[in-house]
C-alpha cells in the first residue's frame, strides 16, 4: 500500500474508565489535513479501499511480508538521515512515511516516542509540517486509549484549519469515548452536514457509514435503541433488542442475526488486519456475545479465549478490556458447569499463557485495587488449572489491604483453599489430584 494512506478501522475500542464504552475507531490519515491545506483532493481511505487482489488471505499475509520489509528499510534509512542532516525536510519527509508504516503495523510506542521530538520541530517550521505532527500525534494517542489528549490535539487542528467531516468524525469518535455524548453528537451531526456539501461539490473525504455508526453507538448508550437501530445496524443493537423482545420467535431471529454479523464482522478483521491482530480482538467478544445468547457455549468459550489472547498482546494495553472479555470467559465456563458438563481443566490449563502474559504487564502498572483485582481473578483461573502452586504465590504477594480493599479476603480466602490443596496432595499423593476434581 502506499506509505502515506492509512488504513482506516471500524474497530470497536474499550476506553480505560471503569465503565467500559464501545466506540469505532475511524481515524483519518495523517496526511489528510495537510491535503486540505494544500487544496489536494484526497480520497477517502475506508475498508473499501484497499486493493481487491490483497482481499484473499494469502495475498493479505504477502502484503504484510512486504510492509515489514518497507518497515526495515525505512527505519535504516530514516535513522541514518537524522544522525547525518537532522529533523530537515528531507528527514520528516522520511519519518511520516515511516510513521505511517508503524501506524499500519501497530507500533504505536515506537511512534510516541519519536513524535515527541519531531511535533516541537515541525510546530516550529508551522504549515503543513505543523498540521501533519499534531494529527499524527492525536492519531497515535487516540490508539493509546488517552482520548483526552487526542481530543486536545484536534481541538488544535480546527482552530489552524477549520472544521472538516473527517476531524468532525475524529472528534465525535474521541468525545463519545470520554462519555460527553452531546458533545459527541455535536460533532457527528456537524460532520454530516459538512460531508453533504462535500457531496454536492464533488470532493468528499470524510464517512458517512462512521459517522452514522459514531450517532448510533450514542443511541445506544442512552437506551434509544430503536433511535440507534435507525442510524446503523450493529450486532450489539440487535442483541440488547433481543433481550427485551417478548415474542420468542423474533427474539432468535434478532439473536441469530447478531451471530451472522459477528462471523462477518471477524472475517473481515481477520482479512484486513490478520487473524493475530490486536485489533480483532473487539470483534471476538462481540461474537462470543452472540454465541452466548444462542447457547452455544463452546463457541462462546473459543471466540473469549482467542480474545483474551489479543488484548494481552496489544501495545495500548488496556486492563478493563482484559478484564472484561476474562469475566466472560469465566462466565461462559461456569455456564458449562452448571449445565453440567464439569470443569474444563484442560483449557484453564490453556489460558495460563495468556494469564501469564497479561501478569507481565499488570505487574509495571500501578499495584493500586485495579492490578489487585486482576490478581484475585488470575489466582482462580489458576486453581481451576490445578496449579495451586503458583496461585498461591500470586496470591501471597497480593498481600496488602490498602491496595485491595474489600478484595482482600475473597484473595486470602482461595489462598487457603490452594494452600489446602497443596498440603492435600503431599500428605496423600493422588489422594490431592482426587479432591480438586471433586471440588
Known sequence: LPAAQHLEESTPKMSSTPAPRDITSHMSSSALLAAQLSGERTPATSSSAVPEVAQESGQMEELVELQLVEEVRLEKLFWEQKAQRGLDEVTLDTFFKLFDMWIQLYRLNKCREVLEEVVPVCEAKGGNWHIKAIQALAFTVWKQSNFALAAELFQKIEALVGPSAALCENMGHTYSSLGNYPKASEYFRMGLEILNQEDQSGRTVGDRAGMLLGLGLIEDRQGHHQEALTAVSVAKILLKIAASESDAAKKRSMEEEA????????????????????????????????????????????????????????????????????????????????????????????????????????????????????????????????DYAGADMLLTEDDKEELVGRLIVTCQELKDFCTKQLAAACAGGSSGSSSSRGS
Open 259 to 386: 451471530v451472522r454479523l459477528g462471523e462477518e464482522n471477524v472475517a473481515i478483521f481477520e482479512v484486513t488486519c490478520g487473524a493475530d491482530s490486536p485489533l480483532t480482538a473487539s470483534a471476538l467478544k462481540g461474537l462470543g456475545e452472540a454465541y452466548k445468547r444462542r447457547g452455544r457455549r463452546e463457541d462462546a468459550i473459543k471466540a473469549y479465549a482467542k480474545a483474551y489472547l489479543l488484548e494481552a498482546l496489544k501495545d495500548s494495553f488496556d486492563l478493563v478490556s482484559v478484564m472484561e472479555v476474562h469475566n466472560e470467559l469465566f462466565d461462559a465456563h461456569l455456564a458449562q458447569i452448571t449445565a453440567g458438563v464439569g470443569i474444563d481443566r484442560k483449557a484453564f490449563k490453556s489460558y495460563l499463557s495468556t494469564v501469564e502474559k497479561v501478569l507481565a504487564r499488570v505487574k509495571l502498572m500501578p499495584q493500586d485495587a485495579n492490578a489487585g483485582a486482576y490478581y484475585k481473578a488470575a489466582g482462580e483461573f489458576m486453581a481451576f488449572a490445578e
